[in-house]
């Protein structure tokens, strides 16, 4: 009898002690459609971050140049345009005006190195988190005064555009990085 004593009070008490936290643990918190939205944004910067930081310095002038290619934007433009809609896209989630090259997606002029266009891309994402985080389950989708349009109207539809167009760029960028033999970041 000691015997089985001495087997079943150390499972009764393992038993007993998984159950305790299972009492203590609270259901998750009701998550926010901003919340949501600046998942997203995360999401989008590290995979835009690592790919535009993988090409090196001496290629962020490389366009392709076989087949139809007259015309596009190098790598460095690339970055530099989504980054400048990323700020164009978070001024207006918060209500502000663009800046000229916002407003025409091409950046800054001064921006023309490596470390000052990853800088650049870096602060797009900061611009875009701080405008996720002025998005409420009551404005997100409320008309934005000045806005016109059906999905730019409101924060919500400027949020995924956000999204889908730094998406956009970044499978141009992935077929800039393997014209080079770099395998992007997000690949490996």
Known sequence: MKTIALVFAPILLLASS???????????EHTTASQVADYWITNTEEHLVSAADAMPADKYDFAPT???FQGVRTFAEQVKHLAANNYRMAAKIMGEKPTPDQENETGPESVKTK???MEYLRGSFTALHKAMATMNDKNIAEPIPGRSGTWQKARLGLAIDAVAHSFDHYGQMVEYLRMNGIIPPGSK
């Open 115 to 117: 470390a000052e266009i």
């Open 66 to 68: 076989n087949g139809a």
């Open 18 to 28: 998984s159950l305790a936290p299972a009492q203590t643990t609270k259901p998750p």
